[in-house]
């Protein structure tokens, strides 16, 4: 349930084309689904603009099924993170029009009527093949919340010419996500190129001294450029949410 969606229901209710009973069977999920093991929050989209998404990892598969069922069945969509392969295979059979990015570790269930991206472009921006994984999980939540997606891959530091050369991608953004491991560099330089707001995420990608992603972290924490904001290592999904909230709230300046 979204805000145009209950705009839409209350509009047929006043029209009389809905009775009141069959716009109390649509709102019957408010404000959640009791699954003893989890509560499905419907209604999320209508508060924040953006609908629940599943984090997959740790969820036993019969788990992961009746949530996402539960999800199907409200909204015709879901969206799951962080999905193990053997989740993927269970997922995909259970419904067989779902696109699993292994690379990403996602599963869209994309809805019957998909209008495609209409928000951005965000540009997202990889410092190595490496870091693709973070990289795709970000593209793909930007494509289930309705953002237009482009990609630049392997334009890091080692090879600076590399990123001045997609600058006319870099313009068109929106919003910029860069990811990148090591020491975390590629986003302060793109910081200080563009105008657009960069968020930039830290991968766990890099040799000892990297610390599992905590020196990319640091060094983008401290960056030189100002105005990067900076997320957790590896979270493709909250650098995507938040290039979303920024599009959805150019987009809508009143608030929807």
Do not use: W
């Given at each position: 349930m979204n805000r145009d969606h209950l705009t839409s229901l209350l509009q047929a209710v006043a029209a009389g084309e809905m009775t009141v009973e069959a716009a109390l069977r649509q709102l019957r999920d408010f404000p959640t689904s009791d699954l003893a093991f989890a509560q499905v929050d419907h209604h999320r989209a209508l508060r924040t603009g953006f609908p629940e998404v599943v984090f997959c990892e740790g969820k036993e598969e019969d788990q992961l099924l009746a949530i996402?069922?539960?999800?199907?069945?409200?909204?015709?969509?879901?969206?799951?993170?962080?999905v193990s392969p053997a989740q993927a295979k269970a997922l995909c059979e259970a419904f067989p029009h779902?696109?699993?990015?292994?690379?990403?570790?996602?599963?869209?269930?994309?809805?019957?009527?998909?209008?495609?991206?209409?928000?951005?472009?965000?540009?997202?921006?990889?410092?190595?093949?490496?870091?693709?994984?973070?990289?795709?999980e970000?593209?793909?939540?930007?494509?289930?919340?309705?953002?237009?997606?482009?990609?630049?891959?392997?334009?890091?530091v080692a090879g600076i010419h590399r990123v001045l050369s997609a600058s006319e991608a870099l313009e068109r953004a929106g919003?910029?996500?860069?990811?990148a491991g090591m020491e975390?560099?590629?986003?302060?330089?793109?910081?200080?190129?563009?105008?657009?707001?960069?968020?930039?995420?830290?991968?766990?990608?890099?040799?000892?001294?990297?610390?599992?992603?905590?020196?990319?972290?640091?060094?983008?924490l401290n960056s030189c450029a100002a105005g990067v904001t900076v997320v957790n290592i590896d979270n493709g999904f909250g650098a995507a949410v938040a290039a979303a909230r920024i599009l959805q709230r150019q987009s809508h300046p009143e608030g929807r």
């Open positions: 996402c069922a539960r999800l199907a069945e409200a909204h015709g969509s879901f969206l799951g993170t962080r779902a696109q699993h990015n292994a690379l990403g570790r996602t599963v869209f269930l994309h809805p019957e009527q998909t209008p495609g991206g209409s928000l951005g472009p965000v540009c997202i921006v990889t410092a190595g093949t490496s870091d693709l994984p973070v990289a795709e970000a593209a793909v939540v930007a494509d289930a919340f309705g953002l237009k997606v482009e990609r630049v891959t392997d334009v890091g919003v910029i996500i860069v990811v975390g560099a590629l986003p302060s330089v793109i910081g200080g190129l563009v105008r657009q707001p960069v968020i930039a995420v830290p991968t766990s990608i890099g040799y000892g001294a990297s610390f599992g992603g905590i020196a990319a972290l640091l060094g983008m």
